[in-house]
């Protein structure tokens, strides 16, 4: 079974700053996915960065990249120049990349509220 | 073109009661999965649909649980006899084969 940790519950930080937010998973699968979704007041679920466990290279997205430890199993989201916007719930999600019954299924994190001062 | 939508936004019901939530998913998206989000946690897998067969089922919390899919478009997730512990945000996703899930906004299900 799969396991996702988030350890922080709750971080801040100054517009226009830079905050990093922490995951760690666990699994003995060799090829998957991992994902930051973001989750604002809405609820509605975003999509925020996909890393595929294959690749060395670190996703990046605009204001938003990653910090892939495969070895560690860490998968750190770090947002740049920060935005009231981006005031939000942010989760950490994996997936295995297999067929079979468990295709496509999410194992999520706790999540991190993130709330950007002005 | 359309999202995945949710029917109801809000549902509050007494304990005992059943209760149907529903799920549009994206036209053409094959595969759609359910997932129960308590207050301030993460989102738990309930069940997973490829075309209107469930071949995963392993997050149905118990029998009162249940969930359907006609064809390759809407699905209903029931719940029997609820109790207060079933209050949650109740989330759709809908996705073709390998590619991204893209969620629905939930149904707020409150049991009093």
């Known amino acids: 079974a799969q396991t996702v940790t988030q350890s922080q519950p709750e971080m801040s930080v100054q517009e226009a700053e830079t905050v990093t937010l922490s995951c760690t998973y666990d699994?003995?699968?060799?090829?998957?996915?991992l994902f930051w979704y973001k989750q604002p007041p809405s609820r509605q679920m975003i999509l925020v960065i996909r890393?595929?466990?294959?690749?060395?290279q670190n996703a990046t997205e605009n204001r938003f990249s990653v910090n892939f430890q495969k070895a560690a199993k860490s998968f750190s989201l770090k947002i740049s120049d920060s935005q009231l916007g981006d005031t939000a719930m942010y989760f950490c999600?994996?997936?295995?990349?297999?067929?079979?019954?468990?295709?496509?299924?999410?194992?999520f994190g706790q999540g991190t509220i993130l709330t950007v001062h002005p | 073109g359309a999202g995945v939508s949710q029917s109801p936004s809000n549902k509050v019901t007494e304990k005992g009661k059943d209760v149907e939530l529903r799920c549009d998913p994206i036209s053409g998206h094959t595969a759609l999965y359910w997932y129960r989000q308590r207050l301030g946690q993460g989102l738990e897998f309930l069940i997973y649909f490829q075309g209107n067969s469930a071949p995963d089922k392993s997050g149905l919390p118990s029998d009162r649980f249940s969930a359907e899919r006609t064809g390759e478009s809407v699905s209903t997730l029931t719940i029997q006899r609820t109790q207060q512990e079933d209050s949650a945000v109740y989330l759709c996703?809908?996705?073709?084969?390998?590619?991204?899930?893209?969620f629905g906004p939930g149904t707020r299900l409150t049991v009093t």
């Open positions: 999600a994996f997936r295995i990349n297999a067929g079979g019954t468990s295709y496509g299924k999410l194992t």
């Open positions: 890393q595929e466990a294959y690749k060395q």
């Open positions: 699994t003995s699968e060799n090829n998957y996915y």
């Open positions: 996703a809908s996705s073709a084969p390998g590619y991204e899930q893209y």
